[in-house]
């Protein structure tokens, strides 16, 4: 199946380790934020954990990046200063080609569709109206959602495009001809990590694919994850 390489989503969502791992989530969302940045490509954030970049490469670039990251740090929630670990999972995904997404048919009956308000910083609501869009594929609990446009229509065109998407990926993957069948297996926790990240009692980031390790932890997270891809060829 052909994919628009030039145009990717990402998604991080926290796992095992409470409010340290929500924190965590969002910590890997700005990294790739700031690594877009560093590449100057163009950015949109869809909802509080997903974004999407357009640019030369950029699934070619990120698309090992799609697993497990576990943190090792001081808790900042910890009022005893305990050293804590939290997981997250990342999730990289290509745009779907027009052409391809129109092959994938949906039954309405297999959709769940849910309107809120788009959140603003600070937990302020931007829009008086519900335009934001969640869509959940009941067969496999797979969900997309979508704040980025101003129109309750247009959110829901975008999120059930990345639905597709995420079903065709799935579909690719496991071979599968049957969306019924697909579903996710892995999860955010032990075991499962493909990068550590550690702040204490050392800091070091290890790439568990390559073995690659580097000590410059703080300029990995600021977005220059190009230091652990330098062995990876595109």
Do not use: C
């Not at 702040?199 to 190009?226: A, C, F, M």
């Amino acid at each position: 199946m052909e994919y628009n390489s030039n145009i990717v989503t990402i998604s991080v969502l926290a796992g095992a380790g409470g409010d340290d791992a929500k924190d965590w989530a969002q910590m890997l969302l700005r990294m790739y934020k700031r690594f877009g940045e560093r590449k100057e490509w163009k950015m949109v954030s869809i909802n509080d954990n997903t974004i999407e970049l357009r640019g030369e490469g950029t699934y070619i670039r990120l698309k090992e990046e799609s697993g497990v990251h576990r943190l090792v740090r001081i808790s900042p929630f910890d009022a005893k200063g305990l050293r804590h670990t939290s997981f997250a999972l990342v999730e990289v995904l290509p745009e779907l080609p027009a052409v391809e997404a129109a092959y994938i048919q949906i039954p309405e009956k297999d959709l769940k569709v849910e309107f809120y308000r788009s959140g603003g910083p600070g937990g302020q609501n931007v829009n008086k109206v519900e335009t934001a869009v969640r869509i959940v594929h009941l067969p496999t609990g797979i969900m997309a959602s979508s704040q980025a446009e101003r129109s309750q229509a247009a959110n829901r065109d975008r999120a059930l495009r990345l639905l597709k998407t995420k079903l065709a990926k799935l579909m690719e993957e496991r071979h599968e001809k049957e969306v019924a069948d697909l579903r996710v297996k892995i999860k955010p926790e032990w075991g499962h990590e493909i990068r550590s990240y550690v702040l204490y009692p050392y800091k070091q980031v290890k790439n568990h694919r390559t073995g690659l390790k580097i000590s410059r932890v703080e300029e990995v997270l600021d977005g220059n994850i190009d230091l652990l891809l330098e062995k990876i060829k595109f």
